[in-house]
């Protein structure tokens, strides 16, 4: 059985071994939470919450100039796809975001699935622990500032 050689942050390799039928790398994996508990957005609710709901309801609540992103779904799927890329250009090697899923009952919002030991993890201190020494995703996803991106798409809408 060969090993896993993805390269991780700092450069080593992953080395768990890889599944002798798929070829993937056997790390086990779990669920680190749903985007209504890691969202810093104060009106999440339930594990309906997604990411567009919140792009939706701080363009609406939000400065005046924004509201019509909420309300054009070309431009809410956009500012909400924008989001979700800098959700996942900011997320540790091994952390994933799966979307979400309405087809389920109840529906649910996005997931983040990564390495259930974070000793397989090589991640540098830029990334926040929690007092349990866990990823603290909250905070990490918290530095990306969606005021900001919902003034460039005014902006650009504007132009």
């Known amino acids: 059985m060969g090993r896993c ?3 991780t942050v700092e450069g080593c390799e992953c ?4 599944d002798p039928v ?8 779990t669920t680190y939470g749903f985007w209504f508990q890691v969202s810093s957005d104060p009106h999440r609710f339930n594990g309906e919450d ?17 509201r019509w992103i909420a309300d054009a ?7 909400a796809d924008i989001y979700a890329a800098a959700i996942r250009a900011i997320l540790p090697t091994g952390v994933e975001m799966h ?14 699935v990564g390495p259930i030991r974070l000793d397989d993890c090589s991640w540098p201190a ?3 622990r929690t007092s349990a020494g866990e990823l603290d995703l909250s905070t990490l996803l918290s530095r990306i500032d969606l005021g900001q991106l919902l003034g460039r798409a005014y902006m650009l809408n504007r132009s």
């Open 22 to 29: 798929t070829g993937q790398c056997t790390m086990s994996r």
């Open 73 to 79: 779904p070309g431009a809410l799927a956009w500012v």
């Open 99 to 112: 979307p979400a899923r309405s087809d389920l009952d109840p529906p649910i919002g996005e997931e983040f």
């Open 15 to 18: 080395s768990s071994l890889l």
């Open 5 to 7: 050689a993805r390269q």
């Open 126 to 128: 830029t990334y926040p």
């Open 50 to 66: 997604t990411i567009a709901a919140t792009v939706a309801r701080r363009a609406r609540d939000g400065d005046p100039v924004y």
